[in-house]
């Protein structure tokens, strides 16, 4: 199938062949531009439909349902639709990567960090924070689009680095390539809970060398030590995982 086409009409649904093999169909949700809702997955022999109400789960991370596009509209200037941006780009690359987002103002994020590190950023680039504070207008709106996606794209672009890039919560660039150790004192993570948005599934103990290589398992660890940190793991293979702690999890 081959077209093109200016509008969307809002009550319509797209098939969209993400890769060969992989389908996606989703519908437009709004007025917005570019929001959808994610309905099923097709890959291969294997039908995934995507649970609406996955986003009622205990802790679910906030970026995991404005990724599934259940939210409420919002606009893109939106700080957890911005990471949606970010982790879509990440993908993108194709090479694979992780980004830690931590409390702006905190220290304690250093600790599990192999020191020193190949990247600073000095001081931190808050070109997105600028960009996210900003609340353009009509007019100026399409400029303001146009100079969000390449920050996003460079931010994104450094995590195909070998190590993490390191993001406050605040949108402050403040380091990348991050080599990931285990915190002084803190146990190694053994195991994760895997939960999959889409009907039928149910939660699963695994180690994380099962999600991936060794991203996964640096991210889980970073996670379990700083638990007020959230992390962002693309797979060369497309895949991408969301770590976060969960106090009843």
Same mark, same amino acid.
């Given at each position: 199938?081959?077209?093109?086409?200016?509008?969307?009409?809002?009550?319509?649904?797209?098939?969209?062949?993400?890769?060969?093999?992989?389908?996606?169909?989703?519908?437009?949700?709004?007025?917005?531009?570019?929001?959808?809702?994610?309905?099923?997955?097709?890959?291969?022999?294997?039908?995934?439909?995507?649970?609406?109400?996955?986003?009622?789960?205990?802790?679910?991370?906030?970026?995991?349902?404005?990724?599934?596009?259940?939210?409420?509209?919002?606009?893109?200037?939106?700080?957890?639709?911005?990471?949606?941006?970010?982790?879509?780009?990440?993908?993108?690359?194709?090479?694979?990567?992780?980004?830690?987002?931590?409390?702006?103002?905190?220290?304690?994020?250093?600790?599990?960090?192999?020191?020193?590190?190949?990247?600073?950023?000095?001081?931190?680039?808050?070109?997105?924070?600028?960009?996210?504070?900003?609340?353009?207008?009509?007019?100026?709106?399409?400029?303001?689009?146009?100079?969000?996606?390449?920050?996003?794209?460079?931010?994104?672009?450094?995590?195909?680095?070998?190590?993490?890039?390191?993001?406050?919560?605040?949108?402050?660039?403040?380091?990348?390539?991050?080599?990931?150790?285990?915190?002084?004192?803190?146990?190694?993570?053994?195991?994760?809970?895997?939960?999959?948005?889409?009907?039928?599934?149910?939660?699963?103990?695994?180690?994380? +060398?099962?999600?991936?290589?060794?991203?996964?398992?640096?991210?889980?660890?970073?996670?379990?030590?700083?638990?007020?940190?959230?992390?962002?793991?693309?797979?060369? +293979?497309?895949?991408?995982?969301?770590?976060?702690?969960?106090?009843?999890?």
């Amino acid at each position: 199938m081959w077209g093109t086409t200016r509008v969307i009409p809002t009550l319509s649904f797209v098939l969209e062949v993400a890769e060969p093999g992989l389908l996606v169909i989703k519908h437009h949700c709004s007025d917005e531009a570019g929001k959808f809702v994610n309905v099923a997955v097709l890959e291969s022999d294997q039908i995934k439909v995507v649970d609406e109400h996955a986003s009622t789960l205990p802790n679910c991370p906030a970026v995991l349902t404005s990724l599934l596009g259940y939210d409420s509209p919002t606009s893109w200037v939106d700080s957890v639709n911005v990471l949606v941006q970010l982790a879509v780009s990440m993908r993108a690359h194709g090479r694979g990567g992780s980004l830690l987002l931590v409390p702006a103002g905190s220290e304690s994020w250093r600790e599990p960090i192999v020191w020193p590190m190949p990247y600073a950023v000095s001081p931190p680039s808050s070109e997105l924070a600028h960009l996210i504070g900003r609340t353009p207008d009509q007019t100026r709106g399409r400029l303001w689009r146009e100079a969000l996606g390449p920050t996003v794209d460079a931010i994104a672009g450094l995590t195909a680095v070998d190590g993490a890039v390191v993001l406050t919560d605040q949108h402050e660039l403040l380091r990348f390539g991050a080599k990931i150790a285990r915190r002084k004192g803190w146990p190694r993570v053994e195991q994760v809970t895997v939960t999959e948005p889409i009907e039928g599934a149910t939660p699963t103990l695994v180690h994380p +060398d099962q999600l991936g290589g060794t991203r996964h398992l640096s991210a889980a660890q970073f996670v379990q030590d700083q638990r007020e940190a959230v992390a962002l793991v693309a797979s060369q +293979d497309g895949r991408f995982t969301i770590f976060e702690w969960s106090e009843c999890g």
